[in-house]
């Protein structure tokens, strides 16, 4: 016998049971429906594991930010129009 794709047509001792949705639904965390990273539970602390003077081996520009720290760098000209 073919299904007519009407559910109430299924054999009853196999029928997937269907939830009460709502009543049923699974329990959500809060970030689920925010997707807010701060919904998130045991957050890291990223200040600690950031912390500049636990890491070795880094360039002082890696550190400062400062152009003046690159080794290498071109001598950028003060009036473009030099070139």
């Known amino acids: 016998m073919a299904f007519s794709g ?3 047509d299924l054999d009853q001792n196999t029928k ?30 990223l200040n600690a594991s950031a912390n500049n003077s636990s890491i070795s081996g880094l360039a002082n520009v890696a550190l400062s930010g400062n152009y003046e720290d690159l080794n290498g760098a071109p001598t950028l000209p003060e009036d473009i129009s030099e070139n």
Do not use: M, R
């Open 16 to 45: 997937p049971a269907l939830t009460n949705w709502p009543n049923d639904k699974p329990a959500f965390n809060k970030v689920a429906f925010s997707g807010s990273y701060n919904d998130l539970s045991n957050l890291p602390n």
């Open 6 to 8: 009407n559910y109430n």
